[in-house]
């Protein structure tokens, strides 16, 4: 099974900060790779897909990149929505693991 | 507007089993490029990947909630649905039901996934 995981877990950012997120795989996974964004008491929201492709509507700011065991979420100035928690996930059509989360919050 | 909505009981027992569906609205459950999920997430914890189910029947499930999960579709209806056996205290959390699309992208030649629509989750409680 493909394991993943986020560091850091947890992140304390200002309004305006630049963010990295990395998320790890176990085993190459091509670019078979999602990030979602997930608000407390909601259902998560697709940002990214195939490890680099903005979901519509998704801001500018976000933008993913990697292939193989190795991605990145880059919020590139982080605003006051963005505090959140951030999910990758590795899904095809017969998986689906996510990683453990990383947290965002305000410094 | 795709839209997807959970129901089922909220508290169940230890040892039972939890029984849930997920209702679509907007479109069709016949759609040869969706696969329909469950996700849950424990209190304070993170996501779990259940299972998925295509209309055709073909299932998928995590290993590690195998012998314990079953997924079916029921087309007439344009629902799915959860059964999650032998529960203890630790499956308790928001359930979620999802569709996850398959979309074939030119640049790399390969199919990409990735979960379009949720419902709002349904807590589960397993408790005596």
């Known amino acids: 099974d493909i394991q993943l995981t986020q560091s850091p877990s947890f992140l304390s950012a200002s309004v305006g900060d630049r963010v990295t997120i990395t998320c790890r795989a176990s085993?190459?996974?091509?670019?078979?790779l999602v990030w979602y964004q997930q608000n407390p008491g909601k259902a998560p929201k697709v940002l990214i897909y195939?490890?680099?492709t903005l979901q519509s509507g998704v801001p500018s700011r976000f933008s993913g990149s990697g292939s193989g065991t190795e991605f990145t979420l880059t919020i590139s100035s982080l605003q006051p929505e963005d505090f959140a928690t951030y999910y990758c996930?590795?899904?095809?059509?017969?998986?689906?693991?996510f990683g453990p989360g990383t947290k965002v919050e305000i410094k | 507007q795709l839209q997807l909505q959970e129901s089922g009981p909220g508290l169940v027992k230890p040892s039972e089993t939890l029984s849930l569906s997920c209702s679509v609205s907007?479109?069709?459950?016949?759609?040869?490029?969706?696969?329909w999920d469950w996700i849950r997430q424990s209190p304070g914890k993170g996501l779990e990947w259940l299972g998925s189910?295509?209309?055709?029947?073909?299932?998928y499930y995590n290993p590690s909630l195998r012998s314990r999960v079953t997924l079916s579709v029921d087309t007439s209806k344009n629902q799915f649905s959860l059964r999650l056996t032998s529960l203890t205290a630790a499956d308790s959390g928001v359930f979620y039901c999802?569709?996850?699309?398959?979309?074939?992208?030119?640049?790399?030649?390969?199919?990409?996934?990735?979960?379009?629509?949720w419902g709002e989750g349904t807590t589960v409680a397993v408790s005596s």
């Open positions: 999802a569709r996850h699309v398959r979309e074939y992208q030119d640049e790399t030649g390969l199919y990409h996934y990735y979960i379009d629509v």
């Open positions: 907007g479109g069709s459950i016949r759609i040869s490029n969706s696969y």
């Open positions: 189910i295509h209309y055709g029947g073909n299932t």
């Open positions: 085993q190459a996974i091509s670019n078979s």
């Open positions: 195939a490890a680099s």
């Open positions: 996930q590795q899904l095809n059509n017969y998986s689906g693991t």
